[in-house]
């Protein structure tokens, strides 16, 4: 894994916690527990602000999470973050899924138990409410979650946990070249 400091601030990353060797962790980061970054995604904490990502959440491929002067990034615990998606200066709930490649802006708020639909654009400042769906660009509400929904995201979730523990982490899968 690539870690980085900046500033003097050095990422902490939980010993419970997998970054991918082609991944990017710089700054004023704290990976909980759980936490998996996967390859080419960048998690940047400077311009003064920080990044907390919380318990089992993914970050995967391609993924970016940023801060800007004004707005540090929260991401809650159990949250599962699509390929190339763009995490910018917001605040993110437990239980949450933000679909490949969706934009959450600066200043934004989703909430518990949500979904960002693949490709959405979530506005700057825009309150996404918990236990809806909201798709589009810009992002606007489809539907209320419901219990499959939930299920699903939980699973998902639980898949990727599983993954990296099982396929990636402790040398199970390294660099040959």
Known sequence: MTVRAVDGHIPRVHPG?????????IGNVELAEGVSIWPFTVVRGDEG?????GRNTNVQDHTVVHVTPEQPCIIGDNVTIGH???VHACTVGNNVRIGIGALVLSGAVVEDNAQ???????PPNKVVAAGTLVMGVPAKLVRTMNEADLDDMRR????Y????QHHYHDGRSEVIG
């Open 17 to 25: 916690a997998w970054v991918d060797p082609a991944a990017l962790v």
């Open 49 to 53: 602000q920080f990044i907390r990502i």
């Open 84 to 86: 190339r998606a763009v």
């Open 116 to 122: 960002v639909g693949a490709g959405a654009v979530v």
């Open 156 to 159: 998902n979730v639980v898949e």
């Open 161 to 164: 946990l599983e993954l990296w």
